[in-house]
């Protein structure tokens, strides 16, 4: 069953904890994405990668980081310098055949304590 | 700057009341104009790409068209299960992907 997964649903941070959302996908996509949703806004763009071990930011990337170590796997690091984390983070994937189409995951929402 | 408005922000319709949602933009040189469906806590799901003004695309009780300014998401019958948030998204040449703020839809029975 392909498809892109975000683990785990939930997640909690307390002040000054750096933490990790995890993204994979099997349906070989190339490039991979991720956003960030408020309540009222449009999603915005953090980081992206087209290519393993290459990515860029988005619009809003401070406080964040990731990693493209491998095709079907695009972590993202929430650190602490992230002064207003809460809300739900969403990867999404595209393949080289239909570059424009984004194809998301399930969604990963994050609350600060 | 690149701006995608989507209206209204929310709309309340009966079962089987046919309406529109709108989504204004204003990108030059688009690269394509993309709805999803989001329910409640989850990922958007892909609907439809349109990429230029004239294109119309239909899925079961949905239409999406589009013109130089806009695109319109038709819901003829609405049925309860149709009730979610609907998200538009522009691609400008740059390649950035710039999305609305959603509408969201409720069908009542």
């Known amino acids: 069953d392909g498809g892109i997964t975000q683990s785990p649903k939930y997640l909690f941070r307390k002040e000054g904890q750096n933490v990790t959302l995890s993204c994979e996908q099997n349906l070989n996509h190339d490039a991979m994405y991720w956003y960030r949703q408020d309540p009222g806004q449009g999603l915005r763009l953090i980081y992206y990668?087209?290519?393993?071990?290459?990515?860029q930011k988005g619009d809003i990337a401070e406080g964040y980081s990731v990693s493209r170590e491998k095709k079907e796997s695009f972590p993202l690091t929430v650190t602490s310098a992230q002064k207003n984390p809460t809300a739900f983070y969403l990867c999404?994937?595209?393949?080289?055949?239909?570059?424009?189409?984004?194809?998301f995951g399930p969604g990963t929402r994050l609350t600060v304590l | 700057e690149d701006q995608v408005t989507q209206s209204p922000e929310a709309l309340r319709l009966q079962e089987g009341e046919s309406s529109s949602l709108n989504c204004s933009y204003t990108v030059s040189g688009l690269r394509g104009l993309f709805w999803y469906r989001q329910d409640p806590g989850k990922g958007p799901e892909f609907l439809f790409t349109?990429?230029?003004a004239g294109e119309e695309k239909e899925k079961e009780r949905l239409k999406a068209t589009l013109t130089k300014k806009e695109s319109f998401l038709h819901i003829t019958a609405p049925k309860p299960e149709d009730s979610a948030t609907y998200l538009c998204a522009v691609r400008a040449p740059g390649g950035d992907m710039r999305f609305g703020a959603g509408t969201r839809l409720t069908v009542k029975p």
């Open positions: 990668s087209q290519i393993v071990n290459d990515f």
């Open positions: 999404a994937s595209t393949w080289a055949a239909d570059p424009y189409t984004q194809y």
């Open positions: 349109l990429y230029s």
